[in-house]
């Protein structure tokens, strides 16, 4: 599956995957979207996003301030 992907990206068609797994968004991803609770809370590349903290730390990172709203 992670091949297929690979190659339509490499071809240059968008590829829309939804995954809960942190270390495939990382491997596969050029652009990410976190949603939490319906809302899109961060939308950009990798690097935008997760910075230097890393996907899974911001992920949670936004989650825990969006439940307080």
Avoid: K, N, P, Q
């Avoid at 599956?1 to 491997?27: D, K, L, N, P, Q």
């Avoid at 690097?47 to 911001?58: F, I, N, P």
Wanted: aromatic share 4%.
């Amino acid at each position: 599956m992670h091949s297929i992907i690979a190659e339509t990206a490499a071809g240059g068609c968008a590829t829309v995957v939804t995954t809960h797994s942190f270390e495939e968004a990382e491997r596969l991803a050029d652009r990410v979207v976190i949603v939490v609770a319906g809302r899109v809370v961060a939308d950009g590349t990798l690097a935008e996003v997760a910075g230097t903290e890393g996907l899974e730390a911001t992920y949670f990172r936004l989650a825990d301030s969006e439940v307080v709203r």
